[in-house]
């Protein structure tokens, strides 16, 4: 299984220092939390009311990350945070500042829910900027120093930026989900690709709500992981319940080569709400998953997930038993 020290399912590089913690004794669980979680508490910086969804990416020698820090003012912030094995964790006390060279968006109001991925020979940052609304933000750094701010992806509304790790078909490619004003009570997610990351079109229908935990909206959550089977993507599925959203986090395959076709989709949830950091926050019951690390060599992946918009958690799966736990759990309503 997915425990083979030559693991050939993952397309990509190696991840030698991923974070890992074996599967604890007794669970059924195909993703299963750090038993030390939260990594990242909500008071980790002096000005942080709270932080959560976030990006994270192998850099140099360990690990750097783009975080959602909410103020104690309650703004939202991005902030830059570097760890040597991808648990603990040293964030800048002071915000992330964009370079641009146009001041119609070039002036940060606020930002939340970053991804992070190298792309050609950088790292792209994608995250919910505010331009009139909310909006795909894009911007790249060489170092986690210097950011440098590209135009907006869309017009208004939209969230969940999710770009591929690379190029389709001679194309940029990104998820998003479009949106509206306030916190949608729907949301489908949608494929589109672009020739320069600055143009964007032909958009595609990627999958619509589904069933129980994923019925009142969707949204992608991780960069999506290149394998044999397809794209491994992760994302998170809403359920309105007689107390409000509750948020839980799935897995799809999508075509290789034609990425809105979606081959298998999990019926059952991955991870749900349901330790006291994931149940109790500023937005109770919220598995939000952002970011993921893998390895090919091993097939582990270590999945960093937001937890009741309050702070940061930290799970872990193999990709060859995830991968049949999706085909197996597979419904024709994908």
Request: charged share 20%; with cysteine.
């Amino acid at each position: 299984m997915g425990g083979k020290l030559k693991n050939m399912t993952i397309i990509g590089p190696t991840c030698k220092n991923v974070p890992w913690e074996q599967k604890p004794k007794g669970t059924h669980d195909i993703v299963w939390r750090y038993s030390k979680n939260p990594i990242v508490g909500r008071d980790a910086i002096p000005c942080s009311n709270s932080i959560f969804n976030s990006a994270v990416v192998p850099f140099k020698d360990g690990f750097a990350g783009v975080f959602r820090c909410d103020s104690k003012s309650r703004r939202m912030q991005l902030h830059t945070g570097f760890s040597p094995d991808g648990i603990h964790w040293k964030l800048e006390h002071d915000p992330v500042t964009f370079q641009c060279k146009d001041p119609e968006i070039g002036v940060f109001d606020q930002g939340y829910d970053p991804r992070a991925v190298w792309l050609d020979d950088r790292f792209y940052i994608t995250w919910c900027n505010v331009y009139h609304g909310y909006t795909i933000g894009i911007a790249y750094t060489y170092d986690f120093k210097t950011y440098h701010q590209m135009e907006n992806a869309f017009v208004p509304y939209n969230r969940n930026g999710v770009l591929f790790p690379r190029k389709i078909k001679d194309k940029y490619v990104m998820l998003n989900r479009p949106s509206d004003t306030g916190h949608t009570p729907f949301g489908d997610i949608f494929y589109s690709q672009s020739p320069d990351l600055i143009h964007w079109g032909c958009h595609r229908h990627v999958m619509s709500p589904g069933p129980g935990w994923q019925s009142t909206k969707i949204g992608p959550g991780p960069v999506p992981i290149e394998t044999k089977e397809g794209w491994l993507l992760f994302y998170h599925g809403v359920l309105t319940s007689c107390n409000g959203f509750v948020y839980s986090m799935g897995a799809a395959l999508l075509d290789l080569d034609e990425p809105w076709k979606v081959r298998y989709r999990t019926v059952p949830y991955l991870l749900s709400p349901q330790t006291l950091y994931e149940c109790v926050g500023d937005v109770p019951n919220v598995v939000f998953p952002c970011a993921s690390l893998q390895d090919a060599a091993s097939g582990r992946i270590a999945i960093y997930y937001g937890a009741a918009d309050t702070v940061l958690g930290l799970a872990f799966t193999y990709v060859d038993e995830l991968i049949d736990f999706i085909k197996k759990n597979s419904k024709h309503w994908i």
